[in-house]
């Protein structure tokens, strides 16, 4: 079925003639009369009851009406739609991360985004590692946000690094963390500890997590779903929290600390590749912008 077969179904409906049809449409009666046919076969049913001398919709004809009509105004508004020549300059640009939490240092910079390209239609995906590879791998995404792999992962893709940030210690205001400019895992020894499930963690968190679990009774840990979740645990007081320095929170009631004798992550963005002038190339040189501003 197709709108030439239902434009000549309603050109007959109106005047119940093939010929002023025809007339009508700017085409030959036969042509015409092959394109009602053709749609009676597909519909597999009659639509026209035809003598020399008249042309009578059948019942069938009569329920098929208000059916074309709504399918060729669906159609007429569809290439109206795509008929805005601001359609042509839509950008997408997708992003995939582990959490939500990896995004709250592009805040300021999505601003700018928006304003360099008023058109860009940003879209972000979460999901574990293994998923957001093969989505980057089918080009579904432009790149993903997050830490740096291992160099065992072997990673095909190209890790563009925006900045080193040292891991946190989260803590309530009132514990004796509080006032120290830094700590050392071992100072952690005898606390309870709030870790994030690691199936949901990078691999350079989840490596300091386990370092954290060496010789430590399950009765010292909980789990909890995401850093959010181990933020608001560790201001109800079940214990310390950890999370990388990717953008240090403002909240009234607990402590950033950072720890001393673990090395920096390296966070940026790994990218199949970076065409120039495109949404992901100016991203890249707003965060590198950005990062390098920032405190370390």
Known sequence: MNTFQLNCFLAVCGSLNFARAAEQLGITQPAVTHQIH??????DVKLFNRSTRSVQLTPEGILFINDAREILGLSMRAKRRFQNPDIQRIQ????????TFYLTPFVQIFQSMHEEYPFLIPRFDLGFLSHLYRMLDEESLDGIIGFQ????????????????IPMLCVCPLSHPFASRESIRLADT????LILTEMPKLPT????????????RDVSDICLSASHETSLFLTESGFGLSFLPAVNIPQHPHLAFVPIEDWKKLSFGIYCKSVPRSSP???????????????KS
């Open 38 to 43: 053709t749609l009676e076969d597909e519909l």
């Open 92 to 99: 997408r640009f997708a992003l995939g991360t582990q959490s």
């Open 149 to 164: 792999e291992p160099a065992s992962q072997r990673v095909s893709f190209s890790f563009r690094e925006l900045k080193k």
């Open 189 to 192: 020894a005898g606390e309870k």
């Open 204 to 215: 350079a968190v989840t490596e300091f997590q386990r370092r954290l679990l060496e010789g």
């Open 280 to 294: 992901l190339a100016h991203f890249i040189q707003l965060a590198r912008q950005a990062f390098s501003t920032q």
